[in-house]
């Protein structure tokens, strides 16, 4: 029998809020204006990445994959993260839904054969504090979304970029899945143009400038032992 992964956060608070992972989902392609995210899709193609049946797309993502971590093996050089936020469902609306920041680490050579195969390829990095999402409803779009691989910037941008958490939620209530358990990734923002994401360590921010306040996670990445085959 498998057992769900518990995630546990801290809030602002003081207070601890848990939850086992039954259903975890990515987002993908969910940028807010759509027409950008069709030229994306084009882009993607010409590298052999195959374009999803519609956008906004949704991953099911085995759920012992969300994890708050600080090393994620590899077993290439070829995998990177994205930075995200990610909803997760504690209890009843409206005050156990927590925002936090989220890592996507994806095989980036395993994506041009499937999407869905290259998230879950990888884990889900989350990190381990978080807001209620009632506390920071009232300017969602002012919250900034940072990536830096080392200490360099890759991703900077916010979150008026994507889809909202609102669109998400409705999305979890006519699907039925919205539940206590269930932890979605909101899809990520553009990368820096030249910056090289194949690197060994990932950190993201989801910061609320009004308070001065970030949710954080950092994490290594450490490839594998390879052995020839025999």
């Known amino acids: 029998m ?16 848990a939850t086992r992972v039954h259903t975890l989902l990515n987002a993908g ?23 999803p049946a519609a956008t906004p797309a949704l991953y099911a993502v085995a759920p012992y994959l969300a994890q708050q971590t600080g090393e994620v093996p590899a077993q290439h050089g070829r995998t990177s993260g994205e930075a995200e936020w990610a909803l997760v469902i504690t209890g009843p609306e409206p005050h156990d839904v927590l925002l936090t920041a989220a890592c996507d680490h994806t095989d980036r050579a395993l994506e041009v ?22 506390e920071v409803a009232d300017r969602l779009d002012e919250l900034t ?9 890759i991703q900077d941008g916010t979150l008026a970029e994507l889809l909202p958490p609102a ?35 990932w950190r993201v921010a989801l910061g609320d400038p009004a308070r001065g306040a970030a949710s954080e996670l950092e994490y290594r990445v450490r490839r594998l032992p390879e052995f020839g085959e025999k």
């Open 29 to 51: 392609y969910a940028g807010r204006n759509q027409a950008d995210v069709a030229a994306h899709v084009a882009e993607l193609a010409e590298l052999g990445v195959p374009a």
């Open 167 to 201: 669109y998400w939620l409705d999305f979890l209530r006519e699907h039925d899945l919205y539940a206590p358990g269930v932890v979605l990734l909101s899809g990520t923002i553009p990368m820096v143009s030249g910056v090289d994401q194949f690197a060994d360590r």
């Open 145 to 153: 979304l940072r990536a830096w691989v080392g200490d360099t910037p």
């Open 113 to 134: 054969h499937g999407v869905a195969w290259s998230k879950n390829a990888g884990p889900d990095v989350l990190a381990s504090t978080a807001w209620r999402l009632t």
């Open 2 to 17: 498998t057992t769900c992964p518990e995630l546990r956060f801290r809030l602002p608070d003081g207070s601890e809020a």
